[in-house]
């Protein structure tokens, strides 16, 4: 399975790096599982990890670019680059799903990943309940940690 990461599913690696505690199950999970699918991720969750590590825990950004790269590396992550002509955001797309369902605020990123998702015929993985069940109308394949555990 080709499977997308939204930034929820991997951060909590990063915290826990930085902070010297544990890997999460989910992440420890990933790992075991990583000879059975292809990971993915772009260059927009890269940016929201960056700047989570900044501002939440005030991590230089050598730091940020070493643990990234350790990350890629880890999980043999394939980084889709949303600057590419091959995947550009039609936000006219965008514009056209908040019109037509209520949405939290905070909710375009993730929209975002779910377009980049399916343009690429990936598998969501994401803790954003608010994503996988109100917006399933525009993409079906999004699903949670739990679904995953289930199937592999």
């Known amino acids: 399975m080709k499977i997308y990461f939204d930034t929820g599913i991997i951060y909590?690696?990063?915290e826990s790096q930085f902070k010297n505690r544990p890997l999460p199950k989910v992440s420890k999970f990933l790992y075991n599982i990583k000879d059975r699918h292809e990971?993915?991720?772009s260059n927009l969750t890269k940016a929201e990890v960056f700047r989570k590590l900044h501002n939440d825990l005030g991590i230089d950004s050598k730091d940020c670019y070493n643990a990234w790269r350790s990350f890629v590396e880890s999980l043999n992550v394939k980084e889709i680059i949303l600057e590419d002509d091959n995947h550009k955001i039609s936000f006219e797309d965008i514009a056209k799903m908040m019109s037509e369902r209520p949405a939290p605020k905070g909710i375009i990123i993730n929209i975002i990943h779910l377009i980049v998702a399916?343009?690429?015929e990936l598998v969501v993985l994401t803790s954003d309940e608010v994503l996988k069940n109100r917006f399933k109308v525009y993409y079906t394949n999004?699903?949670?940690?739990?679904?995953?555990?289930?199937?592999?």
């Open 142 to 152: 999004v699903m949670t940690y739990d679904e995953l555990r289930k199937i592999s």
């Open 12 to 14: 909590p690696r990063f």
């Open 118 to 120: 399916k343009n690429n």
């Open 39 to 41: 990971y993915f991720v």
